[in-house]
């Protein structure tokens, strides 16, 4: 049995980082960045670091242990200064995708909650008041989920197609790395960018999250052919938001069911029937780039209502203060999330469709310890899943160990 969580784990991240500190890539330009930590005894960031060599970092994180590492996606002139006294000079373009901000259905089984004044828990999102004791405050937490995390890298590729074909990037100077925990961080490196002031960052968020997208603006419209109104808009091949939203729009037509054709608002009843009864009709007509007047019936404030969700389909889910943020902190590639004991693992754009974090961010795969858990739902790791558990003694491997502990939910 473990006696101090917290010392185990940091003895089992110091055995990482004495193995593995040398394979830690340090980002470009290394030494006009600020370097941070958190650190495992007092809880707390240490911030403004700066290394001149690869050898002083790997010595650094070899002697403190932190239990997160991040480095700035800015550049600066003094990195080991306070904020004011840095001089900014630029910085990358980072994204931010975390499946906690994407509705998933499966939340409601593997979120949980803690109220911070009397300890009572409950599964799914945490309540505005606590009905124990009348808290408000809340510790809010989450089981790695491979349904939320496929949901994660269906946006980060969402993503990756905004930023080259929309935005012109080379693949190769898009790169993607699995958080660790939840998500996904997108890197764009280039010279041109770096220059980029928080409002032009935010031009890019808006656009990337069809922030002020008017469907009308981009080619659905009711016009007058031959004596009659006919509804024309976007191909599926158009460029940009033009394509994206015709594509949106499709994709909404193949995947709801009739009974979500009928819930959708501003759609009434019986046009939603037409839609369904045509639903082929309309399908094929977008192949031959007239979908939108195929079928009678349908008018041009419903495509619209339609492409609106189906501009929505086609945005991502990104945290948009990470993009504008020009001092961001980012995680480091390679090392270890407090929170779960996993790497940070890094691939290129055109891998990412390959990768299975759950399986490549595994840092501990030998040995095997046995552990109390409280409570601990149902996850996998690797290519073995376990519990859920409750009140029980067990034996896990080392992985699972660490992992039950980052969460608190073991001893």
Request: aromatic content about 10%; glycine content about 8%.
């Amino acid at each position: 049995m473990i006696e101090s969580p917290r010392a185990f784990l940091r003895k089992k991240f110091a055995e990482y980082y004495r193995e593995n500190a040398e394979k830690i890539p340090l980002p470009t330009s290394f030494e006009k960045r600020e370097f941070g930590f958190i650190l495992f005894k007092e809880g707390v960031m240490v911030r403004h670091r700066a290394f001149t060599e690869p050898r002083f970092f790997r010595d650094f994180i070899r002697s403190i242990t932190p239990s997160d590492a991040y480095y700035s996606a800015a550049y600066y002139e003094k990195p080991d200064l306070e904020m004011e006294e840095k001089g900014w000079l630029g910085g990358d373009l980072v994204f931010d995708i975390d499946s906690d901000h994407i509705p998933t259905t499966c939340k409601k089984e593997h979120e949980y909650w803690t109220c911070e004044s009397c300890d009572n828990a409950g599964v799914g999102k945490h309540p505005t008041v606590c009905p124990k004791c009348g808290g408000r405050k809340f510790k809010e937490a989450a089981w790695l989920c491979n349904t939320c995390l496929e949901a994660a890298k269906a946006e980060a590729l969402k993503l990756i197609d905004f930023l080259v074909n929309d935005f012109g990037f080379h693949p190769s100077e898009v790169d993607v790395c699995f958080s660790g925990q939840r998500g996904y961080h997108i890197h764009v490196e280039r010279e041109n960018i770096r220059q980029l002031d928080q409002d032009a960052r935010k031009e890019i968020v808006d656009y990337i999250i069809g922030t002020g997208l008017k469907v009308d603006l981009h080619g659905l419209m009711e016009v007058n052919e031959r004596r009659r109104r006919e509804v024309v808009g976007p191909d599926l091949k158009g460029p940009g938001w033009r394509g994206k939203m015709a594509r949106g729009v499709y994709d909404l037509l193949v995947s709801s069911t009739p009974q979500q054709l009928r819930e959708i608002k501003g759609v009434n009843r019986s046009t939603a029937n037409i839609i369904d009864a045509h639903r082929d009709d309309i399908l094929k007509a977008w192949n031959k780039g007239g979908p939108w007047g195929a079928v009678k019936g349908i008018g041009v404030k419903t495509w619209e209502k339609l492409a609106e969700l189906g501009v929505k389909r086609q945005s991502v889910v990104i945290d948009t203060v990470v993009t504008t943020d020009i001092h961001r902190l980012i995680r480091m590639p390679f090392t270890l999330h407090g929170k779960t004991g996993l790497k940070v693992v890094c691939v290129s754009s055109s891998s990412l469709e390959s990768l299975d974090p759950l399986r490549d961010a595994v840092a501990f795969d030998k040995g095997k310890l046995k552990v109390h858990v409280k409570e601990a739902h149902r996850f996998r790791l690797g290519e073995e899943s376990y519990g859920p558990y409750k009140e029980e003694t067990v034996e896990l491997p080392t992985v699972a160990v660490v992992y039950l502990l980052c969460k608190r939910a073991a001893f």
